[in-house]
DNA sequence: TAGATTGTTAATCGATTAACAATC
DNA sequence: TAGATTGTTAATCGATTAACAATC
């Protein structure tokens, strides 16, 4: 990346979206797109387009616009995906089995490594290919295997102290689906996917009509 | 809800997250909290919490703080929570099922009235005494039930198509799980889950670790 | 009453949009 | 070359924080 400076989180959460539209574009066969006219696709004004891009280098060209196929890979490795991650799930319950099953993770070139439970009557079955363990080798399994991404399925009462476990052995960054707050030393990458939160954000926007 | 100006959508974000904060004091029997504790729990400015809740009502007293049940029930009723919701989800493949067993949803008063899937396979079965209905009766249950909230579980390539036939029958929200955006008519709330940016927003910043 | 803490206005900060010179 | 469109600076807008008078 030529740039670098300070990135704002509210950039970095419109990269996937970039990311999606320039999929569809390719697959669509355009070869070149100007922020204008991406700009009407996604929804964003074309100023912000370019501005976001610049963040990260000089991707596009006066006059022509960008090249849909080398912003593609440009923002690809932005989002890291040009390397691996080793992801482990916590908690094989209804959202860690579907997370375990959720295909499209594949063709982002993610794959589970392990699935951890602490149901004796889990352990042991496959799901996917990817066996679940006793949550009591999680300690030695993320040391071992040096493990990136852990994706926290776990009930709440459970989730901090499964989070020190993971923060102890060094995990990197933490997907957390529990439905509480993660206390973890800085440097650890918490993303927070709040179910009930997003839930009760939409009832409060129908009540909101309701009284209008 | 005694003021009512335009309630910004940072703000109402915010507002989940106070409400569980709320019932956690509840839990531990913490009758007042001044806006300054309240800051430090969840971590906002008290100067914040205070804009925030000023833009529902006067809910503090000088001198006291805020009632932590008033507040809470202030809360619960501003999120919506006070009245009933027909919500169905659509698309019982993973995602859609483990939402359908979510025990969460319960506790907040949530329950599911109808699950819809295009597999015939699938059709007729039963998740948690809710039967899977076939697709084809969407449109109908929809206008007939009176259903505000769907749950959308198909994937990307069928989403818009059943949005359509959603926002055709009445629908008041979906929730979006799909990893596309929808088009729909004004009005109509929607609030997207979209794991897979959820996940890229970690490697991008598990990424920009590495670099520097 | 004195101390505490709110509600609210003003100041600051950050993010988005507009404008335009640079240049392909 | 002329037209198009970028990269980038300046202007605007909105959200957060600070300050303080009001008041319980």
Chains 1, 2 share one sequence.
Not at 141 to 152: G, Q, R, T
Request: include cysteine.
């Amino acid at each position: 990346m030529e740039k670098k400076r300070n990135i704002s989180m509210a950039v970095i959460r419109r990269l996937p979206k970039y990311h999606r539209y320039l999929g569809d574009l390719i697959r669509n066969e355009v070869d070149r797109i100007s922020s204008k006219e991406l700009g009407e696709r996604i929804g964003f004004t074309a100023s912000q387009i370019r501005q976001d891009l610049n963040c990260f280098g000089d991707f596009g060209q006066q006059g022509y616009g960008y090249n849909v196929k080398d912003l593609y890979a440009q923002i690809s490795n932005i989002l890291g995906l040009s390397r691996d991650y080793k992801i482990v799930i916590i908690g094989a319950g209804n959202i860690g089995q579907a997370l375990a099953n959720y295909s499209n993770f594949e063709s982002f070139g993610f794959d589970i490594d392990a699935i951890f439970d602490v149901n004796p009557k889990l352990i042991g079955i496959k799901i996917r290919d990817v066996e679940i363990r006793d949550i009591d080798t999680l300690d030695s399994y993320i040391k071992e295997n040096d493990v990136s991404i852990a994706i926290l399925c776990v009930p709440g009462r459970a989730a901090q102290s499964v989070c020190d476990t993971l923060a102890e052995n060094g995990i990197k960054a933490i997907w957390n689906f529990a439905p509480v707050d993660l206390n973890v030393p800085d440097g650890i990458v918490i993303e927070n996917v709040h179910l009930i939160d997003s839930l009760l954000t939409i009832t409060c926007l129908l009540n909101e009509k309701t009284e209008k």
